[in-house]
């Protein structure tokens, strides 16, 4: 079992800058794949980072591909999300998730066992 809570959202100008959290309870967290997903009011959530389980590989959406950087310190149970140049399409409730011990790489939903309860992010114009 993994309990995944994420932080670090809020209100912030275009062009700016947040770092997201994600801590992670459990001994399998430095086993398993981790993504970051996010929903917008009225629209399907998508994918927008993912990091192989030993940190090494990393995908990016092409929406954030540049401005996004995902990170992970196995010694720690905790996932980021760097988040620059932001735009106000970024604005969204932003979720971590962890995939099936030692798995490949997913950008679909499906395919993580286990999700947090999302922070939001908005950006203003």
């Known amino acids: 079992q993994v309990q995944l809570v994420e932080s670090g959202g809020g209100l912030v100008q275009a062009g700016g800058s947040l770092r997201l959290s994600c801590a992670a309870s459990?001994?399998?967290?430095?086993?398993?794949?981790m993504g970051w997903f996010r929903q917008a009011p009225g629209k399907e959530r998508e994918f927008v980072a993912a990091i192989s389980w030993n940190g090494i590989s990393t995908y990016y959406a092409d929406s954030v591909k540049g401005r996004f950087t995902i990170s992970r310190d196995n010694a720690k149970n905790t996932v980021y999300l760097q988040m620059n140049s932001l735009k106000p399409e970024d604005t969204a409730l932003y979720y971590c998730?962890?995939?099936?011990?030692?798995?490949?790489?997913?950008?679909?939903?499906?395919?993580?066992?286990?999700w947090g309860q999302g922070t939001q992010v908005t950006v203003s114009s």
């Open positions: 459990g001994r399998t967290f430095s086993s398993r794949p």
């Open positions: 998730a962890a995939r099936p011990l030692k798995s490949g790489y997913s950008d679909d939903v499906t395919g993580y066992d286990y």
